[in-house]
């Protein structure tokens, strides 16, 4: 059985924007043979391996896309992907949409009870996985779900070392004849790719995407950060995995022609090497990891290659991080507000930094030709006029068909003419001009007083001794939560809480709302994903804020 997946959009509407040229109207693997075809030799790919050029990275596909159908994988089928940024990973895409196949990738390092979870909601036919990456296992424990995954068939396992018993090698396939391989041409509307999102459900939500809303609706957004139309050359380092890395394949690659340039591990010295190196035009990651980079280049005076753009998403952008990293790297910093559920706006390349604004973080002007936005109210769902605050909803060319397999999540978070409710608060200023002001769900509740981590890590990214910071409630026994700082310090002498309060006070940020637990960390923790791991921070302090709980911290210290 094949999982139905759905548009949630009126068809007159999708279709309009065909008509108009915002969408292409083809699907991915005819797009990116478009630009095979017109430049051979262009590189595709540089990765771990080296070099890939567009014609020998057709071969591999059509070989894999070969042994996929030879397996019995069909269009509509669903496949996971759990692959370490790499050609491997992109040769899954191709391939699978090729085959008019719907990819579910999902990062390497999440642990099997989550992916298990994901290929049964999806009613995945076959995985794709590594068979180690930094001492996960992910082939061998999916063939381990196997029996619980009536759906499941075949569980293929990638890159060097033993093939675990059971598992089919990605090696063996990628030597298939495919030279009577002919591609499936899906309809464009149809789904190509699930995004996985790592919002506040209790499981992950699955998102469908079609060929359209990938190329046309995200392609348009990259599309508006190449001035010149050069074939860009983007360096991921987020997961082409993750929501954010789906601009990978299906845009910078099949709509743009360009290059990926990808490390299948993400550390502040591997990432500026490859700035180095290959002088990437745009470079795709969270403020986290720039912030790590910029601590590395800090005191060294080193200047690097200025790339188009420096474009930050997955979480909060201050002001402090975008002048610091506008001057290291000699460009626009653009600070992307976007998700997997569909929703995309970005401060663009008019200004070397996004202008600071005290009522929230600036995300910039809505472009029809990726996603309308609206406010409305979060009680009636009306339409808030500008200056309202109230809930960001959004609909466009890059709109998701569906949640996938969920459908009281389509009930929740989609409206009956298709807009996505994205559970974030904001406003449109008289200019047009998006600010994001927090989180419908995202609040700590103390003493029956909301308050918004988001708001005071705003406000303590402005201390000059705070590199980075994550917000989170903690349970408390008497308050029910209180707010817990989790910061990275750039003093040599330890950032006290009175210190931290004591700036907040001065920039006018009410008492009630200063956190009472300080946690200092060397760095902050990331998901496999790439954005701070905050369930992990919140366990962690949590531990150490129980009565009689040692005080000995190994991620930093706690106050």
């Not at 693997?29 to 050029?53: E, N, P, V, W």
């Not at 591990?265 to 795709?284: G, K, N, S, W």
């Not at 009175?498 to 960390?521: F, I, M």
């Amino acid at each position: 059985m094949t999982v139905v997946l759905h548009d949630l959009l009126p068809a007159d509407l999708r279709r309009s924007w065909v008509v108009d040229g915002t969408c292409p109207d083809l699907d991915l693997y005819s797009l990116f043979r478009a630009r095979q075809i017109t430049d051979l030799h262009r590189t595709a790919i540089l990765d771990a391996k080296g070099k890939l050029c567009y014609t020998a990275l057709d071969r591999k596909v059509r070989c894999l896309a070969t042994a996929l159908r030879d397996l019995g994988i069909r269009p509509g089928d669903v496949v996971g992907v759990q692959l370490p940024n790499g050609r491997h990973a992109v040769i899954a895409d191709l391939a699978l949409a090729a085959l008019g196949a719907v990819a579910l990738p999902f990062p390497v390092g999440r642990g099997s009870l989550e992916a298990e979870c994901l290929l049964r909601r999806a009613e995945a036919v076959a995985v794709i996985a590594a068979v180690e990456h930094r001492g996960n296992h992910h082939a061998a424990d999916l063939r381990t779900l196997a029996p619980a995954l009536p759906s499941l068939r075949h569980v293929i396992a990638a890159g060097p070392g033993n093939t675990p018993e059971g598992t089919i090698p990605l090696s063996e396939l990628l030597r298939s004849d495919p030279s009577g391989f002919v591609p499936a041409r899906p309809d464009p509307d149809s789904a190509v790719r699930i995004l996985v999102s790592s919002g506040s459900e209790a499981e992950p939500k699955m998102v469908a995407y079609s060929h359209n809303a990938l190329a046309g609706g995200r392609g348009n957004f990259l599309a508006s950060l190449i001035p010149d139309r050069t074939p860009p050359r983007c360096l991921f380092l987020v997961p082409l995995a993750s929501a954010f890395g789906s601009n990978g394949t299906g845009v910078a690659l099949a709509r743009h022609g360009g290059t990926l340039i990808l490390l299948d591990h993400f550390t502040p010295e591997a990432a500026l090497d490859a700035v180095r190196e290959h002088q990437p035009t745009h470079i795709l990651g969270v403020p986290t990891m720039v912030r790590m980079m910029l601590d590395r280049l800090d005191g060294t005076g080193e200047k690097l290659p200025a790339p188009t753009a420096l474009i930050l998403g997955g979480s909060a952008l201050d002001e402090t991080t975008a002048e610091h990293a506008a001057s290291a790297f000699g460009c626009p910093v653009v600070n992307l507000y976007g998700s997997a559920d569909g929703v995309n706006c970005h401060t663009g390349l008019g200004s070397a930094t996004p202008d600071a604004d005290s009522q929230g973080v600036v995300a910039g002007r809505p472009d029809p030709r990726v996603a309308d936005i609206r406010i409305t109210d979060t009680e009636t769902h009306e339409q808030l006029p500008d200056g309202g605050i109230g809930e960001i909803v959004a609909r466009g060319p890059m709109t998701p068909m569906c949640y996938v397999g969920s459908p009281e999540l389509d009930a929740r978070y989609r409206t009956p003419d298709g807009w996505v409710r994205t559970g974030d608060l904001g406003f449109l200023d008289g200019d047009g001009i998006l600010h994001i002001v927090g989180r419908l769900k995202d609040v700590v509740i103390r003493g029956g007083a909301n308050i918004s981590p988001a708001e005071v890590e705003r406000e303590l990214a402005t201390h000059p001794f705070v590199c980075d910071v994550v917000c989170i409630g903690i349970p408390d026994a008497v308050m029910g939560e209180r707010l817990a700082a989790c910061v990275v310090s750039r003093a040599a002498d330890s950032l006290t809480l009175e210190v931290l309060c004591e700036h907040l006070t001065e920039r006018g940020l009410e008492r009630r709302k200063h956190p009472e637990r300080l946690l200092v960390v060397d760095e902050l923790p990331l998901t496999p994903a790439g954005k701070p791991d905050r369930a992990a921070l919140r366990v962690r302090m949590t531990e150490i804020s129980r009565p009689g709980a040692t005080k000995e911290v190994p991620l930093g210290q706690a106050s």
